[in-house]
């Protein structure tokens, strides 16, 4: 089974930049698809971006050209770098990981708070 374990999440100012990662730990073959999701207060969780094995990307129109996804598959870890932050992007942010062996069943990470201040 696959188990997430996220970090890099914080307290940034608004137009600040933070990195966060995913890597993937337990006992697995290899890793399809990886993704962060986010949820905001009071919100539905969102799709922020999401990439491929291959690396084929697609991202939320709220945060295209300012958060960035990434991979590397020697070390199973997903990035995402988030640049020009804005208040509207906090939110607790997961990382969702896709078995090879079981596809279309993603498994979840606890979520790491990313909080922005204006």
């Known amino acids: 089974q696959v188990h997430p374990v996220e970090s890099g999440g914080g307290l940034v100012q608004a137009g600040g930049s933070l990195r966060l990662s995913c890597a993937a730990s337990g006992t697995f073959f290899s890793i399809n698809a990886m993704g962060w999701y986010r949820q905001a207060p009071g919100q539905q969780r969102e799709l922020v971006a999401r990439?491929?094995?291959?690396?084929?990307?697609n991202y939320a129109d709220s945060v295209k050209g300012r958060l960035t996804i990434s991979r590397d598959n020697a070390k199973n870890t997903v990035y995402l770098q988030m640049n020009s932050l804005k208040p509207e992007d906090t939110a607790v942010y997961y990382c969702?990981?896709?078995?090879?062996?079981?596809?279309?069943?993603?498994?979840w990470g606890q979520g790491t708070q990313v909080t922005v201040s204006s």
């Open positions: 969702t990981l896709e078995d090879s062996q079981r596809p279309g069943n993603d498994y």
């Open positions: 990439t491929s094995r291959r690396g084929t990307t």
